[in-house]
């Protein structure tokens, strides 16, 4: 392979987490007054920090939203993981294939990254190699979390490529100066078409990219 390790984004790239997610936030800012179309919110959502959807909502509901709604939010998601979360397609594959050092690093903290990882079956593939943001307070689509986990793996950032799904951590992967491939959707592939990055929609197209 060209690369010496490979940094992958989780949810959507790793996990199909972004349905529950995204679903969820869509369903609780309706209890508090805010309308999100659904088809939206897995546009302008994803890959954002929790702070600013939550942020987002308040303004939409124009109010302070309880000091509980994340804490309610974490229940309601890690539920639903541990009950419906399934692998990326082909995912499991592509690991199985790749003979370099790879590692996950995600805006999410990092007992929701290890809960997805576990129940999809894939933790052995990164324990050890798990970064978060809320380690460092540093989100996407600001680059540090990906400099921190080049870093820490021992690796420069022209050894890495990252892969992503959103344009926030696409553009913080570009900001950081990483080559970064895009895993492209029907919610995402426009966003991702303007960022001028290779795209790919299945892991069978990714693997010969790595090449």
């Not at 082909?90 to 995600?106: D, F, M, Q, T, Y």
């Not at 986990?149 to 022209?158: L, S, Y």
Request: proline share 4%; hydrophobic share 45%; aromatic share 10%.
């Amino acid at each position: 392979m060209k690369y010496k390790c490979i940094i992958f984004d989780c949810d959507g790239v790793l996990v199909d987490s972004e349905a529950i997610s995204i679903g969820t936030l869509v369903n609780m800012a309706e209890t508090h007054g805010a309308i999100i179309d659904i088809d939206f919110a897995h546009q302008f959502f994803l890959g954002k920090s929790l702070e600013f959807c939550f942020n987002y909502i308040a303004e939409v509901a124009n109010k302070k939203l309880p000091d509980t709604f994340e804490e309610d939010f974490r229940k309601s998601t890690f539920k639903s993981f541990k009950k419906d979360l399934q692998p990326i397609k082909g995912i499991h594959e592509l690991l199985a294939k790749i003979n370099v050092p790879i590692a996950v690093a995600s805006n999410g903290p990092a007992d929701k990254i290890i809960l997805n990882l576990t129940t999809t079956k894939l933790i052995e593939k990164f324990e050890g190699n798990i970064f978060s943001a809320y380690e460092i307070n540093s989100w996407k689509p600001n680059p540090e979390l990906y400099l921190h986990a080049a870093k820490t793996m021992g690796f420069e950032v022209q050894d890495c490529v990252v892969i992503e799904d959103s344009p926030a951590g696409v553009q913080a992967a570009l900001n950081g100066g990483f080559d970064v491939f895009g895993f492209s959707n029907h919610a995402n592939f426009e966003a991702l078409q303007q960022m001028n990055i290779p795209l790919f929609d299945n892991m069978e197209q990714l693997h010969l990219l790595l090449q």
